[in-house]
Structures are given as C-alpha cells and as structure tokens.
C-alpha cells in the first residue's frame, strides 16, 4: 500500500522499560516491525514497533503491547476488522463477496481470497487447545522470569465480545475466545480459569479502564499482588 494512502504514522515503545531480569534500563535497538494496518474506522495507519533491548543481559528483544495488540502478526488488518469478518461469517451467515462488500462500504480494501484466509487462520486460532497453550506459555515465562506478564484485549462487535489473550514477552496469542458480551457469565468463567487469585501473574496489560466494564471484571479476579496496566491510548 502507498504512503500516501496512509492517515497517520503512530510509532511506540515497550510499556515497560526496565529489564524484568536485572532491573537495568532498556535500550533501543532496531524496530519490531513497521508497516501499514487498515482499521475498522476506514483509516489505514502505519504501526512501527520499536524493539529495546538490555545492554546487560542482551537476550530478549521487548516491544509496544499496545502496539502487538493493534495487528495480528502478519497481518496488515486491524484485530477488530478480523473479528468482524468472524462475526458476519458467524452471525450474519454471509459469504466472501458479501463480506468483501460490507468492508468496502467502510473504505477497506480486501479481496475474496485474503476474506477466505484470514477466516481460515482466525478459526485455527479460536478452535486451538487453549488450556494446553496458556499452561505452556505460563511455565515459561515463569522459568526464564520467574513471573507471568500477559495481556488481555477486548473487541466489541455489536453483541459479542471478543477476549484475546497474549504472552507479554513473545507477544503470541495464547488466547482467544468469543462470547456473548461483556457481561456473559462463560467469560468470566474463562478469565477466572486463567488469572484468578494466581499470585505468579505480575502484570497484566487491557484496555482503558474508564472506557469498559473489562478491567473491573478483571481486577475482581485478580490476586493482590498483580498489577493492572491500560494499554496506550491509540
């Protein structure tokens, strides 16, 4: 896509800028990723990512949550328009073209074929074993950090909510579910499974309090010694 397709240019750090090993301060080190993501809004933005590194331990490479949680990885549509072409496939019962039609009246380009694949992968990732991969990802973070830092995003599409879970360090999704609003009981069944009273939980990154009955929902569950970060506002 062409620059001067682009509406505007957001570029973001990590959250957190201190190494959760030593405590030193992080410094930059090359960009994560930069490129171009249509949003459900109409507007095409481009997202850098920029990567910090630890000048003392030199291992992992940190980046923007907010930042990860805009795109799925490798993917140049904003999450929302992804559960969006879930939603009409699910809800609303309509085909490729149909939906190819809906994006076009909110000034999004996709054709067919990308309609077919991101629903493909977006319904591998949704039918995963999450239980499997959350224990796993919780067992590494806590071997190599000696704590879990995850992030919690919520998508709103019309009645149904969308809970995205991601690996603070990698950034992959561990997580990813449907459910029938804010308020459905199955979520906070879900999220209770995950982060109740789970003292190895330090942080956890969601949306902006003050916006959504999410983070109240979240800090209910949580024990009190886990932190709750908002994700930067956009």
Known sequence: MKDNNVNATKIYK???????????????????SNKTVQFSSGKTIRIKNLGYKCPRCNDDVFFSQTANKLAFKGYTYSAKTVCIIDYEKIVNKKGREAICDFLANKNIEISDRNVDIIYKRFKEIIERNHDEIIKEAFSNMMNKYNEIRICLDLITVNEKSYVIMYDFFTGNIIGLWRFNGVEDEALKDTLAKYIENNDDISTIFSVRGYVSKFVPIIKSMISKKTKVYAFLKF
């Open 14 to 32: 990590p959250e957190i800028l201190i190494c959760p090993i030593c405590g030193n301060n992080l410094k930059y080190c090359y960009t994560i």
